[in-house]
T-cell receptor, first 114, second 113 residues
Framework: AQSVTQLGSHVSVSEGALVLLRCNYS??????LFWYVQYPNQGLQLLLK??????LVKGINGFEAEFKKSETSFHLTKPSAHMSDAAEYFC????????????FGTGTRLTIIP | DGGITQSPKYLFRKEGQNVTLSCEQN?????MYWYRQDPGQGLRLIYY???????QKGDIAEGYSVSREKKESFPLTVTSAQKNPTAFYLC????????????FGPGTRLTVT
């Protein structure tokens, strides 16, 4: 069965500093991996996705993530944090081929310090 | 504009009452999902449907029911058997057989007292 671990339920960074949100996954098949962002009382919005093409994936709002098979990781980064990045971030992994379900991590709340 | 709508945004009910949450999509997606979100627990799958007139239980289906009579609609009923129904409920949809990317609605916050 697939699983996702997000290290750190809360992360704080200063405005302009590097953002690093960690995600490790477990999957019995080559996975598709996703990062979603959620602002308070809203739905989830897709930031970026890995679908077995390039291992470095660029997304919206300046975020990117690198798929590292040897480390079973898909960490999310952004070189310079902005106040508008304050939100909750979820990593997700796909199921087996033909299984449309996604398994989500428990989320990381990102706080930006002015 | 294509997307997913959930109504209402906020819903209040008395304990012991059934309540139905609406989810409609105009993306022409085959698959639809219901998730429950509680603080610190991420998203937990309640039910999902990959085709009209068919649906499967997710990880926490007890106390919930769904129907999928139309491709566009996937309503969720929270029954009185659900022991702790107060939560944020999210509906999503996806195209089947692709990269499994899911699109989410804005959510419904249900409060039961």
């Amino acid at each position: 069965a697939q699983s996702v671990t997000q290290l750190g339920s809360h992360v704080s960074v200063s405005e302009g500093a590097l953002v690093l949100l960690r995600c490790n996954y477990s999957s019995s098949v080559p996975p598709y991996l996703f990062w979603y962002v959620q602002y308070p009382n809203q739905g989830l919005q897709l930031l970026l996705k890995y679908t077995s093409a390039a291992t470095l994936v660029k997304g919206i709002n300046g975020f990117e993530a690198e798929f590292k098979k040897s480390e079973t990781s898909f960490h999310l980064t952004k070189p310079s944090a902005h106040m508008s990045d304050a939100a909750e971030y979820f990593c997700a992994v796909s199921g087996d081929f033909g299984n449309e379900k996604l398994t989500f991590g428990t989320g990381t709340r990102l706080t930006i310090i002015p | 504009d294509g997307g997913i709508t959930q109504s209402p945004k906020y819903l209040f009910r008395k304990e012991g009452q059934n309540v139905t949450l609406s989810c409609e999509q105009n993306l022409n997606h085959d698959a639809m999902y219901w998730y429950r979100q509680d603080p610190g627990q991420g998203l937990r799958l309640i039910y999902y449907s990959q085709i009209v007139n068919d649906f499967q239980k997710g990880d926490i289906a007890e106390g919930y029911s769904v129907s999928r009579e139309k491709k566009e609609s996937f309503p969720l009923t929270v029954t009185s058997a659900q022991k702790n129904p107060t939560a944020f409920y999210l509906c999503a949809s996806s195209i089947t057989g692709t990269s499994y990317e899911q699109y989410f609605g804005p959510g419904t916050r249900l409060t039961v007292t």
